[in-house]
Nanobody, 117 residues
Framework: QVQLVESGGGLVQPGGSLRLSCVAS????????MNWYRQAPGKERELVAG????????NYADSVKGRFTISRDNTKNTLVLQMNSLKPEDTAVYFC??????????WGQGTQVTVSS
């Protein structure tokens, strides 16, 4: 059974940090591009950060550049998003995504991140 399970969300004050993890099971992430998306209330889901299957090239939304870092550990089948200098506008449900060009596209259930004082 294919699963992506996110963890690490929670409530944090502005300026704080959180580390999100996504553990994959039922498949190996090695050949997948891995992404973090987020969706705030009343807004569309947006791509936050991505990391390619080979070479480790990363890309980020302009709104998180310099604050967020995406990384992957293929040996642990895990994706990580380190989020620093969090802002209230980062409040959203964060989703892990695994994508491959043969059509396989998997999603986690999401983890809530709330940035508030």
């Amino acid at each position: 059974q294919v699963q992506l399970v996110e963890s690490g969300g929670g409530l944090v004050q502005p300026g704080g940090s959180l580390r999100l993890s996504c553990v994959a099971s039922g498949f190996t992430i090695t050949s997948y591009a891995m992404n973090w998306y987020r969706q705030a209330p009343g807004k569309e889901r947006e791509l936050v950060a991505g990391i390619r299957s080979t070479g480790g090239r990363t890309n980020y939304a302009d709104s998180v550049k310099g604050r967020f870092t995406i990384s992957r550990d293929n040996t642990k089948n895990t994706l990580v998003l380190q989020m620093n200098s969090l802002k209230p506008e980062d409040t959203a449900v964060y989703f892990c995504n695994a994508f491959r060009f043969d059509g396989n596209n998997y999603w986690g259930q999401g983890t809530q991140v709330t940035v508030s004082s």
